[in-house]
């Protein structure tokens, strides 16, 4: 189906905060109808998840779709402190993410519909946009607040927050698709993933991948931070060289290094990679959900390392072993590293807190440090003798 207003060209191009612009700018829900037909365009399109994990989306639809009186949520909790996408996104542009919203339920058959986001502007604005649309809309849409904390965005926490209980991720045995909340298959997206299957039922596949790479199509949202000029959500084709998202959000000093994904990310040095996962999987790192942050020379890495690391320790979901006892024992040996001490305790950290974890969290934290400590290499030498980019090492 093609919308009759005129393409736009990325999703904030298509932002529009209250109906009626909205309905201007992009035109009402393109439902679909005949079962399976948005699936198939999904597929055709080569749509991934832009929460982090890059799953085809179109395969998660089809086995929640095998299921019986499912449920669909929409992921908007963002406790990435470094990311404000999601935000932005339903700040500026909420109905686009809940005609998404509306057309999974349609393809899924879905008896309940969520949105699962945090207290504040973003969640004003999702009420303002379900009441412009109320008796408007096939699948009534119900506002679960999503906690602040860093872990709460994981797919299991947010199984867990609907159901009314704490939102803590849980080593599940079942795919959340097919037994999620209450048992019931379940589909669970991020807030940008649905707003692009709204533009792809509206204008087709062939339209989403004009942009993007012959692998991995489309634009995702970043949020750029650190020594830029202009930081904050920028819309960009995957692949693109990190170079050129850089200019775009206003560099403004020769940079050391740049995290990529988030405080579960990587650090990269070569400004020339292409922002895909295949681009970024020989320096083992991906897009995750689109953080980017930019460390200049004037500041020390380790001592930016060992601030991240604190932060995943204070985020523990107290849970597990690696990360009750792990992460604390990681912050506490990135900042002895950040004086003068030597890296060996951190490696051997590593090594026992990898995959072992009841979530994702230890894992992550501990990519993030086995990444520090190699980009950084060159200042854990120089701190041990007491200098440091950024003064004494102390």
């Not at 998840?49 to 299921?67: D, H, Q, Y």
């Not at 080593?171 to 299957?197: M, S, Y």
């Not at 990310?265 to 996962?277: I, Q």
Request: proline share 6%; glycine share 12%; charged share 20%.
């Amino acid at each position: 189906m093609t919308a009759t207003v005129d393409k736009v060209t990325g999703l904030l191009d298509a932002a529009a905060p209250d109906l009626a612009t909205h309905l201007a700018r992009n035109g009402r829900v393109p439902w679909r109808r005949q079962a399976g037909a948005l699936i198939t365009d999904l597929r055709a399109a080569g749509l991934t998840g832009r929460g982090g994990a890059g799953f085809p989306v179109w395969r998660k639809l089809a086995t929640v779709a095998e299921g019986r009186w499912a449920v669909v949520i929409g992921n908007g909790a963002e406790g990435e402190p470094a990311s404000s996408k999601d935000h932005t996104l339903l700040v500026r542009a909420p109905h686009l993410v809940l005609d998404g919203l509306q057309l999974a339920a349609e393809t899924v058959c879905a008896a309940e519909a969520y949105l699962y986001v945090p207290a504040g502007a973003a969640a004003d604005a999702v009420r303002a946009a379900l009441a412009e649309r109320a008796g408007w809309d096939a699948l009534p849409v119900t506002v679960v607040t999503a906690p602040g904390y860093f872990v709460a965005g994981q797919e299991s926490a947010v199984v867990a927050a609907v159901e009314g209980r704490p939102a803590l991720p849980a080593d599940r045995l079942e795919l959340t698709a097919r037994a999620g909340v209450h048992g019931r298959p379940t589909l669970v997206q991020n807030v940008e993933t649905l707003a692009h299957i709204a533009q792809i039922a509206r204008y087709g596949p062939g339209w989403f991948r004009q942009r993007g790479t012959a692998g991995e199509p489309g634009t995702f949202l970043a949020t750029v931070s650190g020594a830029v000029g202009a930081g904050g959500v920028h819309e960009v084709p995957i692949g693109v060289p990190l170079t050129e998202l850089l200019d775009k959000a206003g560099r403004v000093r020769e940079l050391r290094a740049v995290l990529i994904g988030g405080y579960h990310g990587t650090w990269v040095s070569d400004l020339s990679v292409p922002l895909s996962r295949k681009g970024l999987a020989p320096v083992g790192g991906s897009v995750g959900a689109g953080v980017v942050i930019a460390l200049d020379t004037v500041h020390c890495g380790l001592k930016t390392a060992a601030e991240v690391m604190r932060y995943l320790a204070g985020q523990s979901a107290r849970q597990c072993g690696p990360c009750l006892n792990g992460l604390p024992a990681m912050a506490a040996a990135m900042t002895a590293i950040a004086g003068t001490a030597p890296p060996e305790e951190a490696w051997q950290l590593v090594s026992l807190v990898e995959r072992r974890g009841a979530c994702n969290h230890p894992d992550g934290a501990a990519r993030f440090v086995r990444s520090s400590l190699a980009m950084f290499e060159d200042e854990i030498a120089r701190h041990r003798h007491g200098r440091c980019v950024a003064g004494r090492a102390r």
